[in-house]
């Protein structure tokens, strides 16, 4: 089976600073992990994606996140947030990159403030 | 389409009665997928078509839920006797099986809101 756990369901960053949202994933068979986006008021688009090519995967607007196997985490980072990063962050597992169904995590909530 | 399309857009139905949720993914996708997102919750998987069958249907909660595709493209999905615990958005994805550097990727609509009263 598998799952992903997102530690915190909102985090708040001051305009500028680092963006670090959690994501730890279990999986019995080697993962595909995934982060999505959701702006308010629109459907969920993707951000990232790590299909075992490169460990550090790099992403739209600036995100990237670190495969790491050892502590099983996909956590997303940003260096300098800006107020337009504001939105839930999802990230997901799959068994496959292009054909198993996509376990999501609950979701966190990233607020900037100026 | 230029994307996938759902509808209706919002939905609020009383309780015992059924509902039917409809999604149009993007041209040529021949992976669907319908999830649920209760309010303050994640997405919560409910099944998947490949082409017109579904081989994953696992996350369907009840037998009041169904789901069908036709043509390997439009979807819908059938809420019988709601409760008011089905109230969530229900969300529709698809995916190319292909090649390209797009392949992979969940392409999601809007969702269509449902309350149940």
């Known amino acids: 089976a598998q799952s992903v756990t997102q530690l915190g369901s909102h985090v708040s960053v001051s305009e500028g600073a680092l963006v670090l949202l959690r994501c730890n994933y279990s999986s019995s068979v080697p993962p595909y992990l995934f982060w999505y986006v959701q702006y308010p008021n629109q459907g969920l688009q993707l951000l990232l994606k790590?299909?075992?090519?490169?460990?550090l995967v790099k992403g739209i607007n600036g995100f990237e996140a670190e495969f790491k196997k050892s502590e099983t985490s996909f956590h997303l980072t940003k260096p300098s947030a800006h107020m337009s990063d504001a939105a839930e962050y999802f990230c997901?597992?799959?068994?496959?990159?292009?054909?198993?169904?996509?376990?999501f995590g609950t979701g966190t909530r990233l607020q900037v403030f100026p | 389409g230029a994307g996938v399309s759902q509808s209706p857009s919002n939905k609020v139905t009383e309780k015992g009665k059924d509902v039917e949720l409809r999604c149009d993914p993007i041209s040529g996708h021949t992976a669907l997928y319908w999830y649920r997102q209760r309010l303050g919750q994640g997405l919560e998987f409910l099944i998947y078509f490949q082409g017109n069958s579904a081989p994953d249907k696992s996350g369907l909660p009840s037998d009041r839920f169904s789901a069908e595709r036709t043509g390997e493209s439009v979807s819908t999905l059938t809420i019988q006797r709601t409760q008011q615990e089905d109230s969530a958005v229900y969300l529709c994805a698809s995916r190319s099986n292909g090649g390209g550097i797009n392949t992979g990727e969940l392409f999601f609509g809007e969702g269509s809101r449902l309350t149940v009263l």
């Open positions: 997901a597992v799959s068994r496959s990159y292009n054909t198993d169904k996509l376990i």
């Open positions: 790590y299909t075992s090519a490169a460990t």
